[in-house]
């Protein structure tokens, strides 16, 4: 009798485990506390901190809901109007833009560290360069310097990141060394990492890292957000917000 009793008992725990494991698992939606079968996006812009332009067409664009997160450029001249207006608003989703470019012809940045820490990503004046030749070497390690600097720097002018993008994409293109790169600061600041979906298979570490965010980069107040929404919203919504891990 007890040695049945306990066959029973084996079998109905071997089946209670067994249904957990093929228990489907939460969506991100439902993490967040949203019934199941709810669809969120995301709509993000880019390049504040560029111009004073582009700063009051994107706090106008999220206070109005248009837009519901935005990135900021550290090394770029108007960061400060913008580091401002994090600070008077620390409910706002607003993440740094990586950036390690200066593609304006005459309107030109450089980098928060040293140039002589950084010499690869510098050109003879001492700003970003304007684009990356295919036999110019961009050393990952400087790049590493200046990611972190331009974080300390906006973490001591009072923001707040939620999490890390990359501008024009060069963190995710341009090689594993970069991108690597971007996924350790990421790490080690505890902030998710952006990556565009179309890129998302450039290399198994995404995949492995705790940070790791895929989202749809819509470049607002630049373009039109609302024609882009409906284009976008039935056929890649699955692809707005994938969360590897929960940080």
Not at 48 to 77: F, Q
Not at 141 to 150: G, I, K, T, Y
Not at 181 to 188: E, I, S
Request: proline letters at 5%.
């Amino acid at each position: 009798m007890i040695r049945r009793t306990g066959s029973r008992l084996f079998l109905i725990g071997l089946i209670l485990y067994t249904l957990s494991l093929v228990a489907p698992a939460q969506t991100l939606a439902e993490r967040l506390g949203y019934p199941p079968g709810t669809k969120l996006i995301i709509i993000h812009a880019d390049d504040l901190g560029e111009t004073h332009a582009v700063n009051a067409a994107a706090t106008k664009a999220m206070e109005g809901g248009t837009i519901n997160s935005a990135s900021l450029m550290v090394a770029c001249p108007w960061f400060p109007e913008m580091a401002d207006y994090a600070k008077s608003h620390p409910d706002a989703d607003f993440g740094l833009h990586l950036t390690l470019t200066s593609e304006r012809v005459y309107y030109r940045w450089g980098p928060v560290a040293p140039a002589n820490k950084v010499p690869s990503l510098v050109d003879e004046n001492g700003y970003f360069h304007h684009d990356w030749e295919h036999n110019q070497h961009v050393n990952a390690q400087d790049a590493e310097v200046e990611l972190r600097a331009q974080i300390e720097r906006a973490f001591a002018m009072g923001v707040r990141p939620t999490h890390l993008d990359s501008h024009q994409y060069r963190l995710i293109m341009y090689g594993q060394g970069l991108f690597e790169a971007m996924l350790r600061v990421a790490h080690d600041y505890k902030l998710g990492a952006f990556t565009h979906f179309l890129f998302s298979k450039v290399t198994a570490a995404q995949q492995r890292n705790p940070h790791c965010f895929e989202i749809i980069l819509i470049d607002s107040p630049k373009v039109i957000v609302e024609p882009l929404i409906r284009r976008f919203a039935f056929d890649v919504i699955r692809h707005v917000v994938r969360l590897t891990s929960q940080r």
